[in-house]
């Protein structure tokens, strides 16, 4: 899943962020609240007033941030200090995998933020390569083991290849042991995802899957909803593909409210009920992404935004 270096140092290139008017500052002190739900106090350590994200409660009663931080590409140290960077900001959501190879990096960040570790809610994923009863119950150690703690709040099977059948028996058998709070799934199909429940004793609580404005995934949304299964956006901006932080489109309705293209991806991603965790190796990016509940996109500007899925993944190379 990791792409070459030449694709990295090009998108390391991409303008990142437009913001709408000339010398607009981010409000960076704003607090926010999550409409009507239960909601995760951050303590600061920045100059970020007191923030809260709001949760969803996934099919077995656990609670999860709508609102998260991703992790790929951060390693080493920029790793640490974007992990604890996050975390002071009032992110409570820390996702990593395996296959990313830093999970490390993001315990050594978890540790440094000083968050206590009940606040957080922590994912990981096992890897194709891991895939079966004994290598998935290895991996998830491992992992845990890397990461520095004593559970994981979300356990994923990161692809719906291998031996999917023995990892989630691995799985459940962490969860009724209380190892990991929930168990969910990755990058499944509709069918993919019946072959699981056609012998699971525990349903899965997630789908992290591709889902942004050019690759909306509303016939998997509805299904989803139907399972009773929480949906996630990996990669909510496409990683800038397809020119998503200039799209004009995005650029005229963020005018309205003084945001950026990617605030009113995030706000859309919201405002469907799919969490969403961008990734930044950017202070300010990270502090920008947090600013997205004091605005509400209206049904035309939502449907103005369904115009532009192009009903394809953009990223062939994932595939």
């Known amino acids: 899943m990791k792409e070459n270096s030449s694709r990295n140092d090009q998108r390391s290139k991409l303008k990142r962020r437009e913001f709408i008017k000339a010398g607009t500052a981010f409000a960076a002190g704003s607090a926010f609240m999550g409409l009507g739900t239960d909601s ?132 459940e058998e962490l969860y009724k042991e209380g190892r990991i709070k929930a168990i969910g799934i990755s990058n499944f199909e509709d069918h993919q995802i019946d072959e699981l429940l056609s012998y699971a004793t525990v349903k899965p609580t997630v789908n992290q899957i591709e889902t942004h404005a050019f690759f909306q995934q509303e016939k998997a949304r509805k299904s989803l909803s139907k399972y009773g299964i929480q949906m996630e956006a990996w990669s909510p901006f496409a990683q800038g593909r397809n020119g998503m932080f200039t799209n004009e489109v995005l650029a005229a309705i963020g005018i309205k409210y003084n945001k950026t293209n990617a605030q009113v991806c995030l706000r859309w991603h919201y405002q469907r009920g799919i969490v969403a965790i961008p990734r930044s190796s950017k202070h300010d990016h990270r502090m920008e992404n947090l600013n997205i509940f004091d605005f509400e996109l209206n049904e035309s500007e939502m449907q103005t935004i369904t115009e532009l899925d192009l009903n394809t993944t953009q990223f062939p190379e994932w595939e």
């Open 40 to 171: 995760l106090f951050a303590s600061v350590k920045s100059s970020l007033a007191v923030t809260s994200i709001e949760t969803v409660t996934l099919n077995n009663g656990v609670k999860m941030p709508i609102l998260g931080f991703g992790t790929l590409y951060l390693n080493d140290e920029l790793g640490v200090q974007s992990v604890s960077d996050a975390i002071s900001l009032g992110y409570r959501l820390i996702d990593t995998a395996t296959i990313y190879g830093n999970e490390a990096a993001v315990g050594a960040g978890i540790k440094k933020s000083g968050i206590k570790r009940e606040e957080l809610f922590v994912t990981s994923k096992v890897w194709v390569d891991d895939s079966g009863y004994e290598k998935a119950k290895k991996a998830f150690q491992i992992s845990l083991d890397k990461l520095q703690l004593d559970y994981l709040d979300l356990y994923l099977i990161h692809r719906p290849r291998g031996d999917v059948k023995g990892s989630w028996k691995a799985m």
